[in-house]
């Protein structure tokens, strides 16, 4: 049964929809060879299913396989994402996400990314 509104993720959730996200579509084994730190197959099929329950993702039958593919476009699951990432971390304050990436010793943003960004900005944020 699909809920109205998908739940958080676990850890091994999140990789198994990484990996969904990548590949587009997956059968059970596919996925169970994309992970890292491989769990066994049937621990895969069983948070794939979970998956499908809290309405992440859907499958199809071919065969004798399901294959799997994420219910909501990569899109609106970035929107989502990032939605929960600024009101979280952030206090809701998209200058606060800014400053934290352009203060970061790990994202490191080039000047041709910078001057991308000011003209976004200069645009009100709609890319042309």
Do not use: C, W
Request: proline fraction near 4%.
């Amino acid at each position: 049964m699909r809920k109205s509104k998908p739940q958080a993720l676990a850890r091994r959730e999140r990789q198994i929809m990484d990996v969904l996200y990548k590949l587009e579509r997956a059968s059970v084994g596919l996925v169970l060879a994309t992970l890292p730190d491989r769990p066994n197959y049937s621990t895969v099929r069983a948070q794939l299913r979970v998956l499908e329950e809290k309405g992440h993702v859907r499958h199809e039958e071919h065969g004798l396989r399901y294959i799997y593919f994420p219910a909501v476009p990569r899109d609106v699951a970035r929107r989502s994402a990032l939605r929960h990432l600024v009101e979280t971390f952030f206090d809701g304050s998209v200058e606060n996400v800014v400053a934290a990436l352009l203060g970061s010793e790990v994202t490191r943003i080039s000047r041709k990314e910078l001057d991308r960004l000011a003209r976004l900005i200069t645009k009100g944020g709609k890319e042309s």
